[in-house]
């Protein structure tokens, strides 16, 4: 094989450079590609460690239902007995035998079968909470990719006002040079220029905490500029159709799961109040003679042993106080939970119909008068019937609106997602 001694010849590294030069092409190409917000989720719920920490735990509990169903391991037992200590040997003595026994166990009454069920029970609470979770991951990267995008938005347009503001900056000190406007319009200008540039500073700052919030579940997909289009959540069922929807929240079903493996735990303990018992087949092998000279007989031995559960005061009574209690619990924290979703959703439902409100007085009034008022007042002061003052507040007031437009359009979408995750909407 050649090696190559020293330096590396120019003309491999440029041929190496030229070869890695479409592919570093693409990935920077893959980068500028913008970040919608359907292909946002795709990459969350994509192989999501906590969703499949879950469903290994929902296996899990699989395998110990199978395993709980089955009956004990027999028993094998070899022995030796009545084994003279005089050494006269193994045939001197009648009853010296060499013993092979075998004991199988049965639990309790239908403790197996209830075992099973407890085991699966357990294992629906993970499946049910892996679907639970994958809503919540919805949820969650439905909320950080719109603060993404309202974060990019409101930098955008803070940014596209900034040359109006100088303009307005070098307009005014121009009238004050030939004496038509005073000083403090000068100032007044250079102050709101400077502010806005702050603002700019402060948007920058939460676009970057947005993009921060992002990573967490999407990685370096985070740095990819945000679509700027936001998704067409303007139809929601009514209240009672969402609430048909609670029903079959997935963190319901897993509380319901968990209420019936505390019944089956309750049963358990109950079952144990009945006489476990157990089968010993035995096998006694026996050397010597008879005094009649026949050879001495093998024995076999069957027996049969029960539990005798006479002092279950402190031991099974309790256990099934103790299982009666957790079933209660079970119950109690599904009520409360069953509460908290729908006092949740009725909240979210209420604030969705009011930014539906709010967004829809915007569009048809708000945005149009405020974008007049500012115009009407910098017409009046290149006229000279109105104060600076006024002309930077309505264009400052203009600005403000046009954010809060943004910032409620954002804010409905994040109603959507929460209802969608309650009501458990497809879109």
């Known amino acids: 094989m050649f090696v190559f001694r020293g330096r590396v010849p120019v003309y491999i590294t440029l041929f190496t450079f030229m070869a890695l030069l479409p592919w570093s092409s693409v990935t920077v190409a893959q980068q500028r590609v913008p970040l919608t917000l359907a292909e946002a989720e795709d990459i969350a719920l994509a192989g999501e460690p906590g969703y499949e920490a879950l469903v290994a735990r929902a296996e899990a509990f699989e395998e110990q239902a199978v395993a709980a169903g089955q009956l004990p391991d027999p028993v094998l037992r070899v022995g030796l007995e009545n084994y003279p200590i005089d050494g006269s040997g193994f045939s001197a003595e009648g009853m010296t035998q060499a013993k092979l026994g075998i004991r199988q166990a049965f639990p309790r009454g239908r403790i197996r079968e209830l075992g099973s069920e407890q085991m699966r029970a357990r294992a629906d609470v993970f499946d049910q909470g892996a679907d639970a979770r994958l809503r919540e991951v919805l949820a969650s990267v439905r909320n950080a990719w719109l603060e993404a995008y309202y974060s990019h938005q409101s930098w955008s347009l803070v940014n596209e006002s900034r040359p109006f503001f100088a303009d307005l900056v070098t307009i005014t000190r121009s009238m004050y040079a030939v004496g038509r406007k005073s000083q403090h319009d000068v100032l007044r200008a250079e102050l709101e220029l400077s502010r806005l540039d702050d603002r700019l500073i402060e948007a920058n700052r939460a676009r970057s905490e947005a993009q921060a919030s992002l990573s967490r ?141 709010r967004l829809e007085l915007y569009e048809s009034r708000i945005l149009q008068q405020s974008q007049g008022q500012a115009q009407a007042a910098l017409l009046a002061y290149q006229s000279d019937t109105a104060d600076f003052s006024d002309v930077m507040r309505g264009y400052i007031d203009d600005l403000n609106t046009r954010l809060e437009h943004i910032r409620l359009q954002v804010e409905r979408a994040q109603s959507y997602a929460v209802l969608a995750n309650l009501g458990g909407l497809d879109k």
């Open 217 to 357: 579940w999407l990685g370096q997909n985070a740095n990819r500029p945000i679509a700027m289009k936001l998704p067409g959540w303007k139809a929601l069922p009514q209240l009672p159709a969402l609430r048909e929807g609670l029903a079959a929240h997935p963190a319901l079903a897993a509380a319901n799961a968990d209420v019936s493996a505390q019944q089956a735990a309750v049963d358990m303990a109950e079952e144990n109040q009945k006489p476990g018992w157990a089968l010993d087949l035995g096998y006694g092998y026996r050397e010597g003679y008879q005094p009649d000279g026949q050879p001495r007989s093998d024995f076999v031995s069957l027996a049969v042993t029960v539990d005798l559960p006479f002092f279950s005061k402190n031991r099974q009574d309790r256990k099934v106080a103790a299982a009666l209690s957790e079933r209660s619990a079970a119950k109690y924290s599904r009520s409360a939970l069953e509460a908290q979703l729908n006092s949740e959703l009725d909240a979210e439902y209420a604030r969705w119909q009011d930014l539906t409100r």
